[in-house]
């Protein structure tokens, strides 16, 4: 019996344990991607590609956690697919739209449909643990895109996440040295929501401030920091995010707080921020965010949000893409090597080799992390150089907002 053949066995029983465990908003049938879509109208010219050469036997599959979040399908898969494609690959992707237990089903079928590759978006890092073991059962090789997997034997890629935190903060702290602050966080599944984001934000000087009481969190949630900081947003949801902020605002008013400023952690809670600072007509203190997502940037346009971290999706897809290459090819990840001139040099690893990374839980792994880049009104037009998005879509809505930037006037 083959080993693929095995796995699909065994992953029945740990199909029916992630049933008791998923903690999703998506349903546990199969819902196609758009993505998968596009890799199954492509299959024809994939094959062709791959029969000119390069990595000719080199199926790369993607798990996505939500195929729904702007950025996935707008910029990291078309730059992963083509990247593989260009390469000689064959790519095929599953969207298991925010279910554990149906990513867990996604990643057993692209294991039979002959991934050698596997890149892993984790709706939660650790409910997707059984699916790795059977990736790597199947001697496929694992990479965790953009939220870090506590297993040794990951190859990781995402951009640095503590640089992020710190970018958000910094800008924030320098606009708001005093005052009373709200936290909006991510996923509590998410390392980056738990660990990586608000340890940025302490590197900036978030804590200190507290300690000094130069500035106190309203919504603090216990007394342990950074784990009680602030709110957690499920599934990174912008409704969630909205309704947690709504909340705050309405006991910030009761008690007679002002709110001076807030840190989100990413641009779908920031967006649901915006949206409760509108619908309670409160005015909008200086707000961060992070992905460089249209709406977001739309947002800093206006003069709603101050700040936005922008990690250029379409270098990370292409690196992912690269390093399945190779992975592919049977490449030991320290003999790596980026190909020269993929990368936007602005954003790139500080290395063409994979360098070591010590992860939360003690695990050394071997990673690709990019470099972010804080957009303000004052450096707008960045996004529009680097052909993010045009000055028409990014001014669109600027007139009608609070402080339109200079770039749209």
């Known amino acids: ?16 344990l992630a049933a008791c465990t998923s903690s999703g908003g998506g349903a546990a049938t199969s819902a196609p991607s758009a993505a998968a879509s596009q890799s199954a109208a492509a299959s024809g010219s994939a094959s062709a590609s791959a029969s000119a050469g390069g990595a000719t036997d080199c199926t790369v599959a993607v798990s996505w956690n939500n195929y729904q979040q702007p950025r996935w399908a707008k910029n990291d898969q078309p730059n992963i697919k083509k990247t593989v494609e260009d390469g000689g690959g064959t790519y095929i992707d599953a969207d298991a739209n925010l279910s554990n237990e149906q990513q867990l089903t996604d990643i057993n079928n692209l294991i039979g449909q002959g991934a050698k590759v596997l890149i892993l978006l984790g709706q939660d ?26 297993d040794p034997d990951i190859f990781y890629i995402t951009f640095d996440n503590v640089a992020v935190g710190k970018a958000e903060a910094d800008a924030v702290l320098k606009k708001v040295p005093e005052g009373n602050y709200v936290l909006i966080k991510g996923d509590p599944g998410d390392p980056n929501a738990s660990t990586f984001l608000p340890q940025g934000w302490d590197d900036a000087g978030l804590k200190p401030a507290v ?4 500035i106190t969190v309203l919504n603090m949630g216990g007394s342990e920091w950074p784990k009680d900081a602030g709110t957690y947003t499920d599934a990174w949801k912008t409704n969630k995010a909205q309704d947690n902020m709504e909340a705050i605002i309405d006991k910030a008013v009761a008690d007679g707080n002002k709110i001076d400023a807030i840190l989100a952690e990413n641009d779908s809670t920031a967006l649901g921020v915006a949206g409760a600072l509108t619908s309670k007509s409160y005015g909008y203190p200086p707000l961060s965010g992070q992905d460089g997502d249209e709406a977001n940037l739309q947002n800093v346009a206006a003069g709603i949000q101050y700040v936005d971290i922008w990690k250029n999706a379409n270098e990370l897809g292409k690196v992912a893409g690269a390093a399945a290459l190779e992975l592919c090819k049977g490449t030991e990840p320290a003999s790596m090597s980026l190909p020269s001139g993929l990368v936007d040099p602005s954003v790139a690893p500080k290395s063409p080799t994979p360098q070591d990374f010590t992860t939360p839980g003690g695990n050394t792994v071997k990673s690709y992390i990019l470099q972010p880049t804080p957009i303000t009104q004052e450096n707008l037009n960045l996004v529009v150089d680097g052909g993010w998005i045009t000055k028409d879509k990014l001014c669109e809505k600027a007139a009608s907002g609070p402080a339109p930037a200079s770039l749209c006037s």
């Open 211 to 214: 300690d000094a009481k130069k």
């Open 1 to 16: 019996m083959s080993k693929r053949r095995m796995v699909a066995l065994s992953m029945s029983s740990v199909l029916a």
């Open 125 to 150: 890092t650790k409910a997707v643990l059984p699916g790795v073991q059977a990736a790597k059962d199947a001697g496929v090789k694992v990479i965790a895109y953009d939220r870090l997997i506590e």
